[in-house]
């Protein structure tokens, strides 16, 4: 009769470890982070979710942050995305942080146009004085836009941890 209600105990068990733990983390720290040699990314997905071209996907654009110590610049800011934009190796993209105005730039596109790119130490500073972050960008001269909007919260540990991994001073 004892062995009964074993095996549900050893169920629940592990469904709570296996279940519950795992979302709980994801909740505390939205960031994850990578590690290596003297390199180091950390990647935080956007609150609004994109549909690609088919209209049967939904996805998320990604920001990475990364440092490499061999790496000119050291410093590199990514957002990763699904669909392609067409362009002639550069991107025209709008940013705003928090409730400020709106300003463009130029961002580099790279991984076969699935990401706008852009390096510098002041690109990353410009990040951890913000706690949000928007861009927008045209996937093409008769696409529409897309918006990624995403929330910094914890971005300055993360940022120091990864300078800390990569043996370089947080910008």
């Not at 610049?73 to 991107?91: H, I, M, N, Y």
């Not at 836009?145 to 043996?167: N, Q, S, Y």
């Amino acid at each position: 009769m004892h062995m009964r209600f074993v095996a549900p105990a050893v169920l629940v068990l592990v469904a709570v470890l296996f279940g519950l733990a795992p979302a709980a983390a994801q909740q505390a720290g939205r960031w994850k982070v990578a590690e290596g040699r003297e390199q180091a990314s950390a990647t935080l997905y956007s609150l609004n979710t994109l549909t690609t071209g088919t209209r049967t996907i939904d996805y998320r654009p990604a920001l990475v942050l990364s440092c490499e110590a061999r790496r000119y610049p050291v410093w590199r800011k990514v957002v990763q995305l699904r669909q392609t934009v067409s362009g002639d190796g550069r991107a025209g993209v709008t940013i705003r942080f928090d409730n400020g105005g709106a300003f463009g730039e130029e961002w580099v596109l790279a991984q076969m146009g699935r990401a706008l790119q852009t390096d510098g130490e002041e690109q990353i500073a410009r990040l951890t004085r913000a706690r949000r972050f928007f861009l927008s960008w045209r996937f093409g001269v008769f696409a529409g836009r897309g918006e990624a909007v995403f929330d910094l919260a914890g971005i300055g540990e993360t940022v120091a941890r990864l300078a800390k991994t990569c043996g370089v001073d947080a910008p």
